[in-house]
């Protein structure tokens, strides 16, 4: 017996969290009765799951992409807003996949999507400690004393942010250009870390995760990840040297902020 919302991962419908959501939404039947509650289990053998109608059932074959989201699309599988989604980006893949984790409405830059549920849990768990490293152009000037407080930790929503890496890359007509590479994945963090210091994001652009770098991918394409790509991910949360292992070596040993 599996939980409802892995099963329906497993199926390629959503990740478990987006799942969560259709089936609050009324969206899903177990053997013809619509469930509306969590913790319902279904047996992948015997019980049937419906998705809007239709039987759905687990996939065996896992596609991994990365999109090279613009700005202006959710990164959701609907929209109750109708506003464009990063599955209108991905219709040309012939298997259903769904994004790993979320960039707001105006970030762009590398979003990965897979059908594979395991690997998103993986990924997108905070325990994990995966890196994300961000291109921000900000207003103003970024001096030492700035660069060290992002780097060892501002408040956001009442709560300190881990140590970052932050360093700045140029100047731009508004402002400054800074890479800044953080392990957690809270709502609007960069944003909000800006914010912190009296600085306002005029673009962000996601350009590495989990030891995945965007490199040439053209804005709004996509691209299938490599075998070896796809191996890195799959070593994270595994004990094995991953993404989060590296995350050790650029934040310290403790990746948890000290300075609260
Ligand atoms: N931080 C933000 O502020 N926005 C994103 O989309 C991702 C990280």
């Known amino acids: 017996m599996v939980r409802l919302q892995k099963f329906l991962a497993d199926c390629g419908i959503a990740s478990r969290r987006g799942a969560e959501t259709l089936i609050k939404a009324g969206r899903v039947k177990v053997n013809g009765e619509t469930v509306r509650e969590m913790g319902v289990k279904v047996d992948e053998y015997s019980d049937i799951v419906e ?3 239709k039987q759905v059932k687990p996939q065996t074959k896992m596609v ?27 219709a040309d893949v012939p298997v259903r996949i769904y994004p790993v984790g ?9 979003l990965l999507m897979t059908n594979d549920g395991d690997l998103t849990y993986r990924i997108t768990h905070p325990k994990n400690n995966v890196q994300k490293t961000y291109e921000a152009e ?7 004393d700035t ?5 060892q930790g501002v408040m956001v929503d009442g709560v300190r942010t881990s140590r970052a ?28 870390m800006f914010e912190a210091v009296g600085c306002s994001v005029k673009r962000l652009k996601r350009t590495e995760e989990a030891g995945l770098k965007l490199g040439h991918t053209p ?20 004990g094995k040297k991953s993404s989060a292992e590296m995350s050790k070596q650029v934040f310290g040993k403790n990746t948890k902020n000290k300075h609260r």
């Open 51 to 53: 998705f809007d109608g």
């Open 147 to 151: 660069l060290t407080q992002l780097r």
């Open 102 to 110: 979320r960039l707001d409405y105006d970030t762009e830059g590398l």
């Open 138 to 144: 900000v207003t103003g000037n970024i001096g030492m």
């Open 219 to 238: 804005l709004g394409r996509w691209r299938k990840l490599t075998e070896s790509e796809v191996n890195m991910l799959k070593k994270i949360g595994t």
């Open 165 to 192: 890496k932050v360093e700045v890359i140029g100047a731009t007509r508004l402002g400054t250009k800074v890479k800044i590479t953080i392990h957690e994945g809270r709502n609007r963090q960069v944003r909000k």
């Open 64 to 90: 991994y992409i990365m999109l090279n989201k613009p700005v202006g699309y959710v990164t959701t599988v609907s929209d109750d807003k109708d506003r464009d989604t990063v599955m209108d980006l991905v």
